[in-house]
C-alpha cells in the first residue's frame, strides 16, 4: 500500500508564493515518477507539474511554466511544488500521484495512486 500525503496549502495574495510538500511511504520512491494536478470548483482535474524518477526530467503545464517548479528528494521521500507569481486561476485542490512507469506524465489515468490533497486558495 502507497500513502502520499500534502501539505503547505493556504491563503496567499496574489503575486505570492508556497511550496507544496507530499510525503511518500510504501514504496520504493526513488524508482518511481511523481507528478502535481489540481482540481478547481466545478472543473476537472488537470496536469500541473511532473517529474522523473531521478529528477532529472521535469514536465509542466503551459499555465504554470516559468512560475512554478517540480523537485523531489529521494533522500526524504518527498517532492516538492514550489509556486510562486500566484494567480487567482490557480486557486484548487492540490493533488501529488505517482506511477510506476516513466511516460505519459501528463496523462492523469495513467497515475496508480494518489494523495488527499492541499487546498491552494489565492486572493486578489
Known amino acids: 500500500q502507497v500513502t502520499l500525503v500534502e501539505s503547505g496549502g493556504g491563503l496567499v495574495q496574489a503575486g505570492g508564493s508556497l511550496r507544496l510538500s507530499c510525503a511518500a511511504s510504501?514504496?520504493?520512491?526513488?524508482?518511481?515518477?511523481m507528478g502535481w494536478f489540481r482540481q478547481a470548483p466545478g472543473k476537472e482535474r488537470e496536469f500541473v507539474a511532473a517529474?522523473?524518477?531521478?529528477?532529472?526530467?521535469?514536465s509542466y503545464a503551459d499555465s504554470v511554466n516559468g512560475r512554478f517548479t517540480i523537485s523531489r528528494d529521494n533522500a526524504k521521500n518527498t517532492v516538492y511544488l514550489q509556486m510562486n507569481s500566484l494567480k487567482l486561476e490557480d486557486t484548487a485542490v492540490y493533488y501529488c500521484?505517482?506511477?510506476?512507469?516513466?511516460?505519459?506524465?501528463?496523462?492523469?489515468?495513467?497515475?496508480?495512486?494518489w494523495g488527499q490533497g492541499t487546498q491552494v486558495t489565492v486572493s486578489s
Open positions: 500521484a505517482t506511477k510506476a512507469r516513466p511516460y505519459n506524465l501528463r496523462v492523469l489515468t495513467s497515475y496508480d495512486y
Open positions: 510504501g514504496r520504493t520512491f526513488s524508482s518511481y515518477a
Open positions: 517529474i522523473r524518477s531521478s529528477g532529472d526530467s521535469t
